[in-house]
């Protein structure tokens, strides 16, 4: 069984609070932030006083996703506001080694993230460091895309890896997940799940929340 991180880039920012106790009431387990720069992706969408925002109006667990090209500039801030995890890309201008060991050493979880066109294997010299490891399935920047499967063996590929040095590193997926695409997702290794159409677009969100959390 798989968790959910429902991502709020597909939720109703005039209306954001509401969202976001929604999901957390029916079940999420996570709540997936994009933060976007408008440089690393060709999109701008939220920051650092929406974190805060968010942190004083609910205790939901908050999994900052950093679609940003300076996240070593920016990940103190995240933190300050209240971010619970924080994720950055590998791709970034940030040194991954240092950036995890400083975002730990305050107290917080770490991510790291690999694009669609980056190996699995970029990233396995950092997952001693991770407390999660997110797997893109669609080109970043934008929500309501289709599914990329070659994601899948990426997936697999991690599973084993982190399996192998026995850490305790979940992994990730975000981009096209639905219904139909998680169960693949999970049956590679996946354990929590990114959505942010499918929860925020279904005409009864708990329902979907809980249609997820029953895969
Ligand atoms: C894309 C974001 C995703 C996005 C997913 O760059 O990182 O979190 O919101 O949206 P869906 O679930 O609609 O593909
Ligand atoms: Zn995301």
């Known amino acids: 069984m798989a968790k959910l991180s429902p991502s709020i880039l597909s939720a109703d920012f005039a209306d954001l609070g509401k969202d976001v106790k929604i999901v957390s009431e029916a079940g999420a387990q996570l709540i997936h932030v994009d ?3 408008g440089h690393f992706v060709p999109n701008i969408s939220i920051g650092v006083p ?3 925002s968010l942190k004083k109006y609910s205790d939901a667990f908050l999994d900052v996703h950093l679609m940003i090209t300076d996240p070593d500039k920016y990940a103190d801030a995240f933190i300050k506001a209240g971010a619970d995890l924080v994720n950055f890309h590998v791709e970034s201008n940030a040194d991954p080694k240092a950036l995890l060991e400083h975002i730990r050493a305050q107290g917080v979880k770490t991510g790291i993230t690999i694009k669609p ?3 699995a294997e970029a990233v396995f010299e950092y997952l001693p460091l991770c407390d999660l490891v997110l797997v893109m399935s669609v080109e970043p920047g934008f929500g309501g ?6 994601s899948l063996p990426k997936v697999a590929a991690l599973r084993a890896e982190i399996d192998r040095l026995g850490l305790d590193c979940e992994i990730e997926i975000d981009g096209g997940i639905t219904l139909e695409t998680a169960p693949l997702a999970i049956e590679a290794g996946v354990d929590i799940l990114v959505a942010g159409t499918a929860v925020f677009g279904a005409p009864d969100v708990p329902a979907r929340v809980k ?3 029953a895969l």
């Open 117 to 119: 066109q980056t190996a």
């Open 145 to 150: 895309q289709s599914f990329m499967p070659d």
């Open 35 to 37: 933060v976007m720069d």
């Open 50 to 52: 929406v974190v805060k």
């Open 211 to 213: 249609e997820f959390l």
